[in-house]
């Protein structure tokens, strides 16, 4: 499957912001989905994870309560719905997938095989 993220911007904190991953090359349902985030100097951090079909959702304790993550299937999409965004959100937002077919468990970072190229966001004080 390949992946691409879009939909990231300069937004001012306390905004919101909505990224996207299209995925294509297999359908979405077979894939455990998750958003990650790498700031510079800092290591690739969970942000939110999603289920083969949207059931179960998880989020890193820094997103909780302010990041929404939802997929459709029948357009092989993913999106990250951010609210009340903060400068330390600032990153490039990753989205990946992992191969988990009618899975309903959080998959380890190392578990993520498929990755798309990022997408920036900016967060202005």
């Known amino acids: 499957v390949q992946l691409q993220a879009s939909g990231g911007g300069l937004v001012q904190a306390g905004g919101s912001l909505r990224v996207s991953c299209l995925a294509s090359?297999?359908?979405?349902?077979?894939?455990?989905m998750g958003w990650f985030r790498q700031a510079p100097g800092t290591e690739r951090e969970f942000v939110a994870a999603?289920?083969?079909?949207?059931?179960?959702?998880w989020y890193g304790d820094s997103v909780k309560g302010r990041f929404t993550i939802s997929r459709d299937n029948a357009k092989n999409t993913v999106n990250l719905q951010m609210n009340s965004l903060k400068a330390e959100d600032a990153a490039v937002y990753y989205c990946?997938?992992?191969?988990?077919?009618?899975?309903?468990?959080?998959?380890?970072?190392?578990?993520?095989?498929?990755w798309g190229q990022g997408t920036q966001v900016t967060v202005s004080s």
């Open positions: 990946a997938a992992t191969y988990d077919p009618l899975g309903g468990r959080l998959r380890p970072i190392d578990e993520y095989k498929y």
């Open positions: 090359g297999d359908t979405l349902r077979n894939y455990n």
């Open positions: 999603i289920n083969w079909n949207g059931i179960r959702t």
